[in-house]
């Protein structure tokens, strides 16, 4: 598993020649790491001073906004596993037999059905990391001052795992068949891309306007 590996044998298993893992994995990773730092300004805000004074209802979203983050910490390295492993299944999809009209009919069935796993992987990734930015809007405004460019550096990790996700996406939705369902899925990742950056910058609004 990706995610059993220390920094450094990750980071030369992706600069090999091997073209897995790759940016659906880094994608899932970079989300992961932007909702790590969501985590850490939120447990670097409980039990301060500042957290002391908030009112309750303001205690529950730190509160549950942590859990939130911490929990999607690890949903994001699932999926960096995930995207290696649909890629692989995509891959032996090209190597069945197609010396007969049947073969070559199942060959053709099982790589669109590898597409279509290849690319929901990624969609996830995007879809998941957009939710992040409710946790982290609030990080930057409720959070410990000392630790807002944290929160400012997740925002931005975000939007790059929405839209690197989204790359791997569309690069598997470009060999897909069914046209009706490219064109929902091109319309979901334009409008996660343009709303991801909506949101990335109302966050960094706030924590510049903070330091």
Known sequence: MLDEKTVREFINELGSNSPAPGGGSVAALGA????????????LTVGKKAYNEYSDEDKMLVDKYLEECLKHKDKFLDLMNKDTEVFLILMSAFKLPKESADEKK???????????????????????????????????RLGNKNAISDAGVSALMLQASIESAILNVKINLSSIKDETYK??????CNELVKQGRTKRDEILSVVDESM
């Open 32 to 43: 992961s790491l932007a909702s790590a730092l969501g985590a850490m300004v939120f447990n």
């Open 106 to 140: 199942i060959r053709s069935a099982k790589i669109q059905e590898g597409y279509q796993k290849a690319l929901e992987i990624p969609l996830s990734v995007a879809e998941e990391s957009y939710k992040i930015y409710e946790y982290v809007k609030i990080a930057a």
């Open 183 to 188: 064109q929902e899925i091109t319309e979901r």
